[in-house]
């Protein structure tokens, strides 16, 4: 086994004495307050063993990591049905772009830019009993773990500015794509997006796409198809219009947040989870993209 400890350590080492370029996301105000020199790295290898360095073990909010959290519960609620409402092509463009969804009558792109998982939001609003709970014992369960939260000051933060999001659900809406009232699917996105969670915690929920759609306590949640599926659209859109780029630089299907996550994996052999909350120009943390790129590198796996 290669000694990925050190690996971890050569990497945060090497960025810690970079200089850090990147902006911390201010359209959110919550998340103005993080500290641009945060830097945690944590890898979970499918046969159990953990390995992390730096801010690994500290909270943030997972913003758009969530997307795929809310994709998997759809596809588990109404299987390729969602495929009828939303898109599975990558959009070349940034997260939250609108001309785009005109263009196309309201079809989203996918479902990891913003109007594609308001999409996927108002599928859950329809289909769970008490749909923000759900959402969260759903993350819960895949990641073993009742002490993750929804960031109440987050959400509220973002309802408050989230403009560009009410935009994109009344055009859902004024092209009939989304069934229920635009606050209250946009209530439950801006609370899935809040939701708090460390590197660890990531890497543990995200364990279900790198096994098959099996968590860690083998309870099997996904079929074989759906993974793939989620693992294919996390590999060509879970980087906006960085997703080329991300696939080109380290290899691995992955998803990113504005709160400066980044979580990717190696179906059948890991994940790797990294915040560092300063964000490049399109939206992905500066320092998480080049963690990615020097592991994948030094360790020689990526599925390519
Ligand atoms: N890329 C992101 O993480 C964006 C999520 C954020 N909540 C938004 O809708 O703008």
């Not at 913003?63 to 998997?72: G, H, M, P, Y």
């Not at 609108?98 to 998982?117: K, T, V, Y």
């Not at 369960?141 to 929804?150: G, K, V």
Request: glycine fraction near 8%.
């Amino acid at each position: 086994m290669q000694d990925y400890q050190t690996i971890l350590e050569e990497i945060y080492q090497s960025l810690k004495n970079c200089e850090n370029t990147g902006q911390v996301a201010s359209y959110i105000p919550e998340l103005a307050n993080a500290d641009k020199n945060k830097l945690g790295l944590h890898l979970q290898l499918i046969t159990g063993e953990n390995f992390g360095v730096g801010n690994s073990s500290e909270k943030f909010s997972i913003q758009s990591i969530s997307k795929v959290f809310s994709l998997a519960l759809a596809f588990q609620h109404i299987g390729n049905d969602l495929l009828e409402r939303v898109d599975v092509e990558p959009s070349g463009n940034p997260f939250n772009h609108l001309s785009l969804l005109e263009q196309e009558d309201g079809i989203p792109r996918n479902p990891l830019i913003n109007s594609g998982a308001i999409v996927v939001a108002d599928v859950l609003l329809s289909n769970l009993q008490n749909p923000k709970q759900d959402f969260l014992e759903f993350v819960r369960e895949l990641a073993h773990d009742d002490t993750i939260e929804f960031n109440e000051k987050i959400a509220e933060s973002e309802r408050k500015t989230g403009f560009n999001n009410y935009a994109a659900a009344n055009l859902l809406k004024a092209y009939g794509n989304l069934n229920n009232k635009v606050e209250d699917v946009l209530d439950f996105y801006f609370h899935q997006c809040s939701i708090m969670m460390d590197c660890k915690q990531l890497t543990d929920a995200f364990f279900v796409f790198a096994n098959k759609g099996c968590c860690r306590k083998n309870k099997q949640h996904l079929t074989d198809s759906q993974v793939k599926r989620v693992n294919a659209i996390m590999l060509t859109c879970g980087f906006y219009d960085e997703a080329g780029e991300f696939a080109f630089e380290v290899g691995l299907p992955g998803k990113s947040g504005v709160g400066g996550g980044i979580v990717a994996l190696l179906p059948n052999e890991f994940i790797i989870a990294t915040w560092a909350p300063a964000l490049n120009p399109k939206g992905n943390s500066y320092l998480g993209m080049q963690a990615l790129e020097q592991f994948t590198t030094k360790t020689k796996l990526s599925i390519f």
